[in-house]
């Protein structure tokens, strides 16, 4: 496609617009988390790795670190069994309202988390009793389905159904076609689907506020929400921020290279 110069620096200029106004904050974090200093100035004085290593060996952090941690995994398991599965449904089979099932499965990530949150407070606190880590993880579930469900279901759309129509004709059973055929080709958008819910949960805080009970131990987000009111603790929790936002970049740049590597096995 031929193109002007004057659109190419359009879009480079806008490409790096986009860049800085999304990574400028996290920049400062960055910067925040190496100042020698317990308060937030301009410029700073010096840089430390204190901080870092105080954030590591902090016993609060760490224990909310592993109950993230934990939740994430659990809620990533349970959407991936029902999300495939659901996708399977409807990608594959033509029944009555599939189109309506499929919006239903996707407006709650669209819902604000305030509404979900408290939705699911007022399902667990009345229906079944009160809060506790259950309830964080299947609340959790809700949204990590959707992730799963989107990825399962786009890879299904691409890949030819011709394919599973061959390993029958071939006298393959529905099992040994989906074992052979139909899984080998959507494995990498499962996987994918797993590591976005695993990095959504772990940094979710309102609907875990909502479903999280007074007695529990404290995640890893709201652990951070809960110090950064404190100045003595504000170095350690960018420290821990900084923590997390390359924790995060892990599952997000495999899931997108798992993407990438899924939309070319659809073009083979």
Known sequence: MM???????????????????LWVPLGLIGLYAFNDSKSVRWPFSGFTTHWLSSAIHNQGARDAFLLSLKVALAAAAVALLLGTLLAMAVSRFDFFGRNTVSFIVVLPIALPGIVTGLALNQTFVNLFGGLSLLTVIVAHATFCIVIVYNNVAARLRRMAGSLEEASSDLGASTWQTFRHVTFPLMRSAILAGALLAVALSFDEIIVTTFTLGATQSQTLPIWIFSNISRPNQLP?????ALIVILLSAIPVYIAQRLAGD????GRT
Do not use: D, E, K, P
């Open 236 to 240: 350690i929790v960018y420290a821990v």
């Open 262 to 265: 899924a939309a070319g096995g």
């Open 3 to 21: 193109t002007s110069q004057a659109l190419r620096w359009s879009l480079r200029i806008g490409s790096a617009i986009t860049l800085i106004f």
